[in-house]
């Protein structure tokens, strides 16, 4: 964020927040620097800070050097952000959040996708040249061994990490063809994601985490699907709680709760047992089959556990990145 030259309009729910903390002292320091340093043409800022119902509260220590940063301006942009400059296939056809498919093409399809980084011994290769389609309402597995490359294919999947080869088109849409800003509205209108180490904001309550996707969106009863949706996970009388205060099986159902509230075409999940107990994984598992029943979505589940891939219609199995 803090190598745009303006804050983005559209903020994915994925997009990890970014915490900024001042001391009084540092926030003196880095106005003395100021004077001979040139201006900073952005201020990455945290990403709820667009959610119109997120209260942040500050600390005495830095209350002086937050004074004068006003959240306003931020919010009036995104409500009043016009959408002539979204792509087609991206805008939302309806207020369910499914965005505008394209008929006739797949949900998924994944184009000799290769991951390659940079190490001691020169350079690993992650994934090679990954090629496979997944049709819509479909259920998919990807198991493999620890290191096998299944959570960064994941991630490539769901534009949160770039390839060095190839592509991936979610229904008909080249993900990488389009900048980060293009891909964060992609995720927000397609997409909803479970993780394995359920990822909730720690200073927001139950019903807050799951109504932030909707209120990204600029949906007006956000609260009332929220909770309807909790409820749906048996978290009714939790949703005042923060995570701290709940059990690893309720905050994992609270993260599937926010993947799910906004009704997306596409699930991904990556080891969402993984965390979790053998009883309370059974649970979860179940939970999530049956919401992906009820709305039909795409399901693509990274896990380990062959037991919890056998209730896919379809198993990939990755090996050293590639697939066997």
């Not at 804050?7 to 620097?33: D, H, K, N, R, Y």
């Not at 009036?76 to 093409?105: F, W």
């Not at 205060?245 to 699930?267: D, K, Y």
């Amino acid at each position: 964020a803090g190598n745009r030259v303006r804050p983005p309009e559209v903020v994915s729910p994925l997009m990890l927040a970014l915490t900024m903390v001042l001391s009084t002292l540092s926030a003196l320091s880095l106005f003395s620097i100021s004077a001979t340093q040139p201006a900073p043409r952005a201020k990455p800022y945290s990403a709820e800070r667009l959610s119109p119902s997120t209260r942040t509260v500050f600390g005495a220590e830095w209350a002086i050097a937050a004074a004068s940063i006003s959240t306003k301006p931020h919010n009036d942009r995104v409500k009043n952000t016009s959408m002539r400059d979204v792509p087609e296939e991206l805008k939302i056809s309806d207020s369910s959040g499914g965005g505008t498919a394209r008929p006739g093409t797949a949900a998924i399809e994944v184009r000799q996708l290769s991951k390659r980084v940079a190490d001691a011994s020169g350079e690993l290769t992650i994934l090679h040249s990954v090629d496979f389609t997944v049709q819509r309402a479909e259920t998919l597995a990807i198991v493999g061994a620890s290191g096998s490359g299944k959570s960064t294919l994941l991630g490539l999947l769901a534009g949160l990490d770039t390839p060095s080869t190839g592509t991936v088109l979610l229904d008909g849409v080249d993900i990488f063809a389009l900048d980060e800003d293009g891909r964060a509205r992609l995720r927000m209108d397609k997409l909803g994601f479970v993780f394995q180490s359920f990822q909730l904001l720690t200073h927001l309550s139950a019903v807050e985490n799951v109504m932030l996707p909707l209120e990204l969106r600029g949906d007006a009863d956000a609260r009332a699907k929220a909770t309807a949706m909790l409820g749906r996970v048996g978290l009714s009388s939790r949703l005042k709680h923060y995570p701290k205060f709940m059990s690893g099986g309720e905050q994992q159902r609270v993260a599937l709760a926010r993947a799910f509230v906004t009704e997306p075409p596409l699930l991904f999940a990556d080891e969402p047992t993984g965390s979790l107990d053998a009883a309370t994984g059974e649970a979860v598992i179940q939970l999530m089959f049956e919401l992906n029943r009820e709305r039909g979505s795409t399901l693509v589940l990274v896990t380990h556990d062959s037991h919890i891939a056998a209730r896919c219609a379809r198993t990939i199995t990755i090996a050293a990145g590639r697939i066997v």
